[in-house]
Every structure is written in structure tokens, then in C-alpha cells.
């Protein structure tokens, strides 16, 4: 089995952002399409993986699937240009290249943002749709397990995943810090463009929830308050939204608006303490604001900073990472190859077993009843003897990586069956 797994990868490193959306699949597109594959192809165990980023499928099988899988998502889609969407996937054929690409993308090393720990969570999702659809046997199991205890030991002993390593992150992480200490904190988001919808979505894997956009156009308030389980305002209550929120972020640059300390101490309501965060550029929110008594102003500079050294440290970690990956691999191919020749064994144990039932029979007929026990009892612990050292040779040959030439002679000597070889 474990030589038969295969990876079917499309993600951000070789698909622009319009190919991803047009393949990215839902929960319900993912059990689809889970469904398809285990119906109209040959694979045996299936992973569909799917995320902003990326499109995966893995799946063991004993030749190449790809274009049917293609086809397949392109169905689930509502489109059949597969001719399309093809050239962008990755097809990764070798075994072990596959298991190391499942731990590379789990643990967050092909990540957009290196570290992110919500694609874990994303993986351990989608092998819950697995195993739902029945799509998961031993070596997935196996494999997905391997994975997280990885994850664990990442989290433990290295940097990996200390701090938020970008921008809309490291806005996140801040306005937690600042907020921890007001109840139900109300976060007004200005400017709904690629930052600003970045940082939004962010809000939703943070226990804040109370966060307002505004934006000129309404109707793009509209929609990403909807995406981000937010509240849209009109633009023309904007001076009034600032005054209720606890924390202002904007991301709408200087030249189009600006927040004054003018602004401010004119208009009522104002929460103490307050906080404003400028992402944008020009700045949108003048220094001054911080004279007054209660406020605080961070600029994106301040904000990058964070992300910067959060990066750095990300960045220094990941030999200790790929360190720990490595072990888990071997130890999970170790696993996988002892796996391939239990069948062998199995057999191998049973024409003994054939050997030793055909003659202690001719023998018993002339035995009373302790003899008969104590010739079972003699025989088999012959049996379980002779079985012993060749089993332990051959787990060993599997640490050495010569298994396969053992596991052969294995099967000539005792005329075992080609197939499990």
C-alpha cells in the first residue's frame, strides 16, 4: 500500500487566485467529490483537502489517477474545461514524496504564511470527511495520526508557531492584547480592501466578535460583513461609529480620509480607553490622536514589526522542523513497510502451521490423550520458534531498506503466493 500513495496538489505556488477559486470546494463539494472518486476510480483510500490556498487530493491507487481526478472536480465544479485547470495541478507520483508533502502541508511549511496553524485544523477536517465517507483504512490512519502527533511536537519544542507572522495576524493578535481587559470589545474595521478584508476574516478564529465595517460602497460592506459574520454601517455614520468603538482600524488610505484629533474630541461617546491601528498608506490616522488622555495610536509599521520578528523566528525554526519531520517520516515508512509483509508472514506462518497439522495427524492415531497434548504443545512451540528469527531478519532488513529481497526468497523457499510479495 504505502508504495501506491499519490498526491494531486494545485495551490497559491502554481495557480493564480482565479484558477484556486474556480476548483476550491466547500464541505459539501469535499464529501462530493470524496464520493466520486471512491465511486468512479480505483483508489482505495482518499484525503480531499481544500482552502484558500489550496486544492489537494491524496489517494493510494496502483497507477496514475490524475485525469480522472481532474475530471472529477471539474464535475463537482459545473464546468468541464479541464483543459483549463490541468496544467496548474502537481502530480506527485512517488510515495514518500507524497507522505513528505501531506507533512509539509499539514505542519504549515507550504503555507503562504509559514507556521499557520490553521491549515492543521483544515486537515484534521478533512480526514473526519474521510473517514465519515469510509474513504480511510490502516495507512491513512496511520499516516493522519503520524501527522499530529508531528504537529505536537513542532508546538513543543521549536519556535514554529510563536506569533503572528503577517500583517492581518499580527492586527488580530494586537487587538487582542489591547482589548483583554474590556468586555465584549467594539472593533470598527474602515475599508473592506485587500487588507482590511484580510483582517476581517481573521476576526472570525478570534474571540472577538463584535466587529463593524464601513466602507464608501456600501454594498462591499455588505458582503464581506456577511463572509466574516460582521455588521455593515453606512459611510455616513462613520464619525459616530468611531466614537462608539473601543478599537479603530483603517485601512483606507490618507489621501481618501483621515481621522483628526479634531475629529475626535468633537464628537461624543468617546470610549476610554481607545485604540486606533492604521494600516494604510499614506496614513489615515494623524499621531496627534495620541495626546489624548486614553488613546493610542499604531501605525503599520509597528504592526509589520511584530509580523517581521514572528517571521524571523518562524524562518530560524524550520531546520528543527524539517529534523522532526524527517523522524516521523522514517518511523511511519518503517511502520509502512512491516505493514507489506504482515500478509507475507501471515502466510508463511500458515504453511507451517499446514506442516505441522499433516504430521502430528498420522502420529496421533497411535497416542492416548496426554501424548496428543503434549505433541501439540512441543509442536507448536517448535513452530513459533522456527517462525521467530526469519520474522525478526525481516523487520530488520525493513530498517536497512532490503525487505523486498528477503521477503522474495521467503516466498520462493515456501512457494508462497506472487501477489503478496
Known amino acids: ?61 496502483e497507477e496514475d489517477l490524475s485525469r480522472e481526478i481532474i475530471k472529477l472536480i471539474a464535475i463537482e465544479k459545473g464546468f468541464l474545461a479541464t483543459s483549463v485547470i490541468a496544467p496548474y495541478f502537481l502530480n506527485i507520483q512517488n510515495h514518500q514524496n507524497a507522505v513528505q508533502h501531506l507533512f509539509n502541508v499539514a505542519i504549515g511549511l507550504e503555507s503562504q504564511v509559514v507556521g499557520d496553524f490553521q491549515i492543521l485544523n483544515q486537515v484534521k477536517n478533512a480526514y473526519q470527511w474521510a473517514t465519515d465517507a469510509g474513504a480511510v483504512g490502516p495507512f491513512l490512519h496511520r499516516l493522519l495520526h503520524s501527522v499530529f502527533f508531528t504537529n505536537k511536537r513542532v508546538a513543543n519544542e521549536t519556535a514554529f508557531r510563536d506569533g503572528a507572522a503577517s500583517v492581518a495576524y499580527a492586527t488580530v493578535e494586537l487587538v487582542e492584547e489591547l482589548t483583554k481587559e474590556i468586555e465584549n470589545p467594539r472593533v470598527l474595521m474602515i475599508g473592506v480592501g485587500e487588507m482590511g478584508t484580510n483582517v476581517c476574516l481573521n476576526f472570525q478564529k478570534s474571540k472577538i466578535k463584535n466587529v463593524i465595517v464601513a466602507n464608501r460602497t456600501h454594498h462591499k460592506a455588505l458582503d464581506l460583513a456577511q463572509k466574516a459574520n460582521a455588521q455593515a454601517v453606512y459611510w455616513e455614520n462613520i464619525n459616530e461609529e468611531i466614537a462608539l468603538a473601543d478599537v479603530v482600524i483603517s485601512s483606507v488610505p490618507g489621501d481618501c480620509f483621515t481621522i483628526t484629533k479634531k475629529d475626535l474630541t468633537e464628537t461624543a461617546a468617546t470610549s476610554e480607553p481607545k485604540f486606533f491601528l492604521d494600516l ?105 520458534k522456527i517462525v521467530k528469527l526469519p520474522v525478526l531478519e525481516l523487520k530488520a532488513a525493513c530498517q536497512r531498506g532490503e525487505s523486498e529481497i528477503l521477503l522474495e526468497g521467503l516466498t520462493a523457499l515456501f512457494n508462497l503466493e506472487q501477489e503478496v510479495a
Open 280 to 384: 494604510s498608506m499614506p496614513r489615515s490616522i494623524q499621531d496627534d490622536l495620541a495626546t489624548i488622555a486614553g488613546v493610542k495610536v499604531f501605525n503599520v509599521d509597528a504592526i509589520h514589526n511584530r509580523a517581521t520578528e514572528a517571521l524571523k523566528k518562524r524562518l530560524a525554526a524550520i531546520p528543527a522542523v524539517q529534523n522532526i519531520i524527517a523522524e516521523s517520516t522514517a518511523d511511519f515508512h518503517t511502520w509502512a513497510q512491516e505493514m507489506s509483509l504482515s500478509p507475507a508472514i501471515q502466510q508463511f506462518k500458515n504453511r507451517l502451521e499446514e506442516i505441522r497439522q499433516q504430521e502430528v495427524a498420522r502420529a496421533l492415531k497411535k497416542m492416548n490423550i496426554q501424548d496428543q497434548e503434549l505433541l501439540e504443545m512441543v509442536t507448536k512451540n517448535i513452530l513459533n
Open 1 to 61: 500500500m504505502q508504495h501506491q500513495f499519490k498526491a494531486l496538489t494545485l495551490s497559491y505556488k502554481n495557480a493564480p487566485i482565479a484558477i484556486r477559486e474556480m476548483v476550491a470546494l466547500n464541505e459539501i463539494g469535499c464529501k462530493n467529490l470524496l464520493d466520486k472518486i471512491r465511486e468512479f476510480t480505483t483508489a482505495q483510500e482518499v484525503l480531499v483537502l481544500s482552502t484558500c490556498n489550496r486544492t489537494e487530493v491524496y489517494y493510494s491507487a
